[in-house]
């Protein structure tokens, strides 16, 4: 039986509460930028032998290229490399709870780009989520925020820009075509940046779990898991799904203890506990998809030209 929207996206949010854990475990053998953006040319595999098996085109229509590429940005590139150089100097605890910060991001750049209007229910309780996390990271700091907290901030504000706009091109070529064609278009940069990093700086004493972390977060937090969100965003909308995301902190605190040893203390599970909360409140809060309607009729057209472009 087919998953429904929200099943859907919390398999994407579960998926994705490992990809800090994973990252920190990759990077105990090798650099940021080998995990940040070797990440996604092995996403970038994956994606190309995907579409090949099942006999689709490796590259986007033209006619929705410029939007893929705004995917392929924030997504194949920007979130994992930021926030893989932010983990080098804070714990896979410490970001987490930043983590919460993306559903906020995720639903402003809906509203700019997927037309969507949330009420102003949604909007209170992401308020109150973001409030918990940027005071958790200033207390951390000392009463500042570090480099390593703007450099995840930044991640997030991409990563809210990638989320939205694969979202909405997923209602019209399907969650997996998008995110393999934004890897795969990633790779021109992500290829040999990856290629100049292991030169420079050669991976030693490569370690089981460090392996494992790399192979996670190149295989299930750049597609797998995208195949899932993607395509929830499709049915139910980029705002609505997206604030899932906001209980992905309290998961990660979870899999950062129980797979890397971390210490979770009670500053870090209250910020946590308070961001589900706010998921909580904001659970029944409406959301207009004024721009669903916009997109939805071109789906049958979309679709015949993908399986146009994958015929033999």
């Known amino acids: 039986m087919a998953l429904g929207s929200t099943a859907l996206g919390a398999l994407g949010v579960m998926f994705f509460s490992v990809t800090f854990p994973a990252t920190t475990a990759a990077e105990a053998s090798f650099s940021p930028v080998e995990v940040g953006v070797g990440r996604s040319v092995i996403g970038g595999v994956v994606a190309i032998s995907v579409l090949l098996l099942r006999r689709e085109p490796l590259l986007p229509p033209r006619a929705v290229l410029g939007r893929m590429l705004i995917v392929a940005g924030p997504v194949g590139i920007g979130f994992g490399l930021f926030s893989a150089l932010a983990l080098a100097y804070v714990s896979s605890v410490h970001g987490a709870v930043l983590t919460g910060l993306i559903p906020a991001a995720t639903a402003g750049v809906a509203v700019w ?12 309780a992401l308020a109150f989520g973001l409030a918990v996390v940027i005071g958790f990271a200033v207390v951390q700091g000392g009463g500042n925020l570090t480099v390593a907290d703007l450099l995840l901030l930044v991640a997030v504000g991409i990563a809210g820009l990638g989320y939205a706009e694969g979202g909405a091109i997923a209602r019209e070529y399907g969650g997996w075509r998008v995110i393999c064609w934004a890897v795969i278009l990633a790779m021109p940069v992500t290829v040999p940046v990856t290629a100049i990093a292991l030169v420079i700086d050669p991976p030693t004493h490569i370690t089981a779990g460090a392996a494992a972390g790399l192979a996670y977060v190149g295989v299930i937090s750049m597609v797998v898991g995208f195949f899932a969100w993607y395509h929830a965003m499709a049915l139910g909308g980029v705002a609505r799904i997206g604030r899932l995301q906001i209980a992905q902190p309290a998961l990660t605190l979870g899999w950062s203890a129980l797979l890397l040893g971390e210490h979770v203390s009670l500053l870090s599970a209250t910020a946590a506990a308070a961001v589900i909360a ?17 997109v939805t009729p071109a789906e049958p057209a979309a679709r015949a030209q993908t399986a146009q472009a994958a015929a033999p």
């Open 113 to 124: 780009r997927a037309g969507e209007r949330p009420r102003r229910a949604y909007w209170a």
């Open 278 to 294: 706010a998921t909580a409140v904001g659970r029944n809060a409406r959301v207009d998809n004024a721009g669903r309607d916009r």
